[in-house]
């Protein structure tokens, strides 16, 4: 078993003290981001990538990006368990994929049993969290090495079903989506052109000739833009937040939610490797599916645990299974792994197929830091959660310019130049704008994120072809891969002329 | 769904497509040893995104007329906040990390609520000159100093 011995590598990356330390401080913040209603994954991550990389800057560039991904990482996967806390104790989700969750925790803990759903929903998140991982460890050497085969053309036709993927799920209008991914994609070719070194777009301005940086990009569209719609939009949390109580779940409960655990683990877990898809998709699939397997549908709605446990199962394996197409093929799905993988590139690692290969200690160290980040949180949301509810109750009047000022020093720390923070600022004001209209973001960072990858390979494959267009449908897998990308598109807009309402992903 | 934002945004991103692919025409076409120069992949972008702003402009005029109930927004704590953040972009370089950092941080948590004045003076105090602590003395970072005048 290769996998097992790199697997085993990977630990001891991850068992070094200061790798343990991010871990655990990425999975604290994480909870913390989860628990806060108002801050989203996607902003706490991107949030902290300017904050790691000024941290991290006494550590060589490997070992620095290990570092930085096992707390980014921990970030993610941490808000998905912290999502539940507050929905099952205010009834006002965390994060969207804790939306089901509030439809029968809530019920729960008016009823007094607080601690059990919120024991349950971490144990799940664990098992789930658990089951995804050994599904990474198996999938990534076999998928890496199909990806390995890939030529220019195949890659491009997979990254354009990626993009395909993310904004035919994103927001309500596609048309929308679609803007947001191609004003991504143009943002992307500002700069010096990779490859022929001409200038495009920079007009003499020499802070434009290393092109827009993507760390401001997102710092400002989620995190500044996320402050200002707080301001704006006066957020009342006059909820009474519901009385804990025993944390154990009973017998019988416990026994309950074993099906549930089980079946939400593996759906969320494929849910989440569909580009385009993710953790909120994954908690109302999985939702619907225990009512419908259930044998007492009807008391769903009403506090039944299955209703916590399923849900909160599958957003925790889909966030695990997300990582599947970013570690080995390079294409994030959502846009918190477009975050991350943004802040992978920024360290000079590559996500693909070639990762493996070329970092094994930051693939594997990650993979294993996932590990014991899920252990630590499970510590820290059964016996702590108590303290953690807590959180709920920061005053926003301290919170908000907080966030602006770290938002600030990040990218100042990190580009040191003003203009960075200018532009920062900006894209805060845009972020916010274009949110409050039904323009998704998760696209538009996607599109920043692929954009050079996007292109090189076009060129590269339009070169060995004499410029013809033809040959992105004479490879056979790329045009498979083309073919699938059309339907995605086209399969939703058929659906919605016949009358039929799909689900969209409002938030990823 | 807001008629007008979406109209003013359709034409925005029209105009802005439309100067992307004008602005790509003055980039040199050919690269040494490419057949695809730099000017082909923003001026196709730029294209697509004119194609998607028409049918965006398209959809407005579909817009059933449904005023959706508006919340009062807060407008004055936002520009208190947002102007005090552009001075603080502005003042950064030349008064001071711990300086703006302390005086934005004061009028932030002043704006969001009144009141409190010693503790928001306290909080920034700790965060302003813990930041510049941590990262500048036991990181070994770079953040503006104090200003010239007071060293």
Known sequence: MDALTFLIDGFQTALQPHNLFFAFLGVLIGTAVGVLPGIGPMSGVALLIPVTASMTSGLDPAQAATSSIILLAGVYYGAMYGGSTTSILLNTPGESSSVVTTLDGYQMAKQGRAGAALAIAAIGSFVAGLVSLIALVLLAEPLSNVALKFGPAEYFSLMLLGLAAVSGLAGNSMTKAWMMTVFGLLLSTIGLDNVSGVARFTYNISFLYGGLEFLTVAVGLFALGEVFKAILHKEKNDGEIAKIGRILPSKAEAKESVGPIARGSLLGFFVGVLPGAGATLASFFSYIMEKKLSKTPEKFGKGTIAGVAAPESANNAASGGAMIPLLTLGIPGSGTTAILMGALIMYNVQPGPLLFDEHPDVAWGLIASMFIGNVMLLILNMPLVKIFAKIIETPTKYLLPLIVAISVFGVYAVQVTIFDVFLLIGFGLLGYLLAQHDFPLAPLVLGLVLGPMIENNMRRALTASNGDFMVFFEKPISLVLLIIAFLWIVVPFIMKLKGKSIIVNEDM | ?151
């Open chain 2, 1 to 151: 769904m807001s008629k007008t934002f979406d109209r003013i945004a359709a034409i925005t991103f029209l105009a802005v497509g439309a100067l992307f692919m004008v602005e790509s025409l003055r980039i040199s076409k050919s690269a040494y040893g490419s057949a695809v120069g730099p000017n082909v992949f923003p001026f196709l972008l730029g294209l697509i995104l004119v194609l998607l702003s028409i049918k965006l402009l398209f959809e407005t005029a579909r817009y059933a007329h449904s005023e959706s109930e508006k919340q009062p927004l807060q407008y004055k704590k936002f520009f208190i906040i947002l102007l005090a953040a552009v001075f603080y972009a502005a003042l950064l370089e030349t008064v001071g990390y711990v300086i703006t950092t302390f005086v934005f941080l004061v009028i932030g948590f002043q704006a969001m609520e009144k009141g409190g004045l010693w503790k928001s003076v306290l909080f920034a105090a700790c965060f302003s000159l813990g930041v510049y602590g941590l990262y500048v003395k036991l990181l070994q970072g770079t953040l503006p100093s104090w200003p010239i005048w007071l060293q």
